[in-house]
């Protein structure tokens, strides 16, 4: 499939989205916000694809945060209409996708940009990224999950001052309060998000799914009990059968 706004690679087992809008710092507009669903959908379908990175083109910015000219003149229906249409289109598709997908966040990541981060299971942040919810400055709160994800990555309090003030903060600090892995130089940042991917695409892809799914119940009353049915229901799976033979048999598990 081809693509306008977004670029696909893909290497091994891995797969990179680069979000490629340079002329509007990768802002997100609704043709992109479709073309990374479609990318996902492709990408879920391949078994050979273990991973996702999600990217952004150049060194200044991930994504600088929605397209606003795309929006400026909607009224109550048709922005419930664009939140929601977001939600279900990718955000939502991304956190509970059966792979795990990590964002290299390279520069800006502002409104949209920080949501799309977020709803990734992984972030991994460049020296120079800066990292910011600035809605209320429009008279707005975050459309795309940020008022649900920020508080779960960081707790409620600094969600709070975050979304209130609108102020970006740098990666370390998104580092300190757990909003982002890692941080790394501008020019390591992807080498080092490949790495991380290669290690988790040589484990169990049925186990991690499960995984998946357990974690993204870790903060309902479904949490416990899903862990467990998810537990019993690998002991039926093949990775379960390879993974425990090959450690009986001192060897690397060929998942």
Not at 52 to 63: A, M, Q
Not at 156 to 178: L, V, Y
């Amino acid at each position: 499939m081809s693509y306008e706004n977004i670029l696909l690679e893909r290497e091994d087992k891995l797969a990179v989205v680069t979000i490629n809008r340079p002329q509007s710092l990768n802002a997100l507009n609704a043709k992109t916000i479709q073309e990374i669903s479609s990318a996902m959908d492709e990408l879920n379908a391949d078994p050979t694809c273990r991973v996702i990175i999600i990217t952004g083109s150049g060194e200044k910015s991930f994504v600088a945060g929605a397209d606003i000219k795309e929006f400026s003149d909607f009224g109550q229906e048709k922005a419930e209409e664009l939140a929601r249409n977001g939600h279900n289109t990718l955000f939502n598709k991304i956190e509970n996708t059966s792979k795990p997908v990590i964002a290299a966040v390279n520069g800006f990541a502002l409104g949209g940009g920080l949501e799309l981060a977020m709803a990734c299971h992984i972030r991994y942040a460049s020296e120079n990224a800066r990292l910011g919810l600035p809605e209320v400055t429009l008279g707005l709160i975050p459309g795309y999950g940020g008022t649900q994800r920020l508080p779960k990555l960081v707790g409620k309090g600094i969600a709070n001052e975050m979304i209130f003030s609108a102020k970006m903060i740098p990666a370390q600090k998104a580092k300190e309060i757990g909003l982002v892995n890692e941080v790394y130089p501008i020019e390591e940042l992807l080498t080092k998000t490949k790495e991380l991917a290669s290690i988790i695409a040589h484990n169990s892809p049925m186990a991690i799914s499960k995984a998946i799914q357990a974690v993204n119940l870790s903060d309902t009353d479904k949490g416990f009990e899903s862990e467990i049915k998810y537990f019993g229901e690998l002991f039926e799976m093949q990775d379960k059968k390879e993974g425990v033979t090959a450690f009986i048999e001192k060897r690397k598990p060929n998942f």
